[in-house]
Each structure stands twice: as C-alpha cells, then as structure tokens.
C-alpha cells in the first residue's frame, strides 16, 4: 500500500508565494518520476495539466506556462517533491496533485496519485 499526501495549498493574492509538499509513504522499494498536475475549475479528471516534474536524477521538466515562476524539488531520502510556486496569477487557481512512479517492495510498479489541494490565487 502507498500513499501519497500532499500539503501547502491556501489562498493568496496575485503576485503571492505558496509552497506544496507531497510526501510519499508506504511499502516503497522506489520512486522515479515525481511530478504536480493541476485540475482547473469546470475541467474534468481527464484534463488535467502537467505543471512540473523531477526525475530521481534531478532533471526537470515545466509547463511553459509556470516555467520562470514555479520551481521543483525533490529530497529522495524523505520521498517528497515540492513544488515552490512564485509570482501566482489567477489563472494559477486550481486543484493541485502530487503524482509518482513508484515501486512497491514486492516489485510492482504504478502510477500513484495524491488527494488534491486546492490552490486559490485572488486578483
């Protein structure tokens, strides 16, 4: 059983900061790829978006629409991503969640996805 908990979200103002945290735990042998996606408002599961991601060796990869904006991170010995989000616009609002490719000790591998945390960026 793995579980993904996410941490972080709030409301703030345009131009504000906020800081979301998903930790991994679990019977986990291994995590590669870690990564948020957002749910905007009226879209359905199917249309979420790719924010960021990190793979366990660092590399990185942004949504151009964040990219100079939001930052992610990663502390493996912890199996928890971050995600520091700088400079917020409104359109920014949106249901965000940690997602990872983690491998149990039993050697099954999948996709795992956390409860969602709501981002709300006022104008």
């Known amino acids: 059983q793995v579980q993904l908990v996410e941490s972080g979200g709030g409301l703030v103002q345009a131009g504000g900061s906020l800081r979301l945290s998903c930790a991994a735990s679990?019977?986990?042998?291994?995590?590669?790829?870690m990564g948020w996606y957002r749910q905007a408002p009226g879209k359905q599961r199917e249309q979420r978006e790719l924010?960021?991601?990190?793979?366990?060796?660092?590399?990185?990869n942004y949504a151009d629409s964040v990219k100079g904006r939001f930052a992610i991170s990663r502390d493996n010995a912890k199996n928890t991503v971050y995600l520091q989000m700088n400079n917020l616009k409104p359109e920014d609002t949106a249901v965000y969640y940690c997602?990872?490719?983690?491998?149990?000790?039993?050697?099954?591998?999948?996709?795992?996805w956390g409860q969602g945390t709501q981002v709300t960026v006022s104008s």
């Open positions: 997602e990872a490719f983690i491998t149990t000790i039993l050697s099954m591998s999948g996709r795992s």
């Open positions: 679990g019977s986990i042998s291994g995590i590669n790829v």
């Open positions: 924010v960021a991601s990190i793979t366990s060796g660092g590399r990185t």
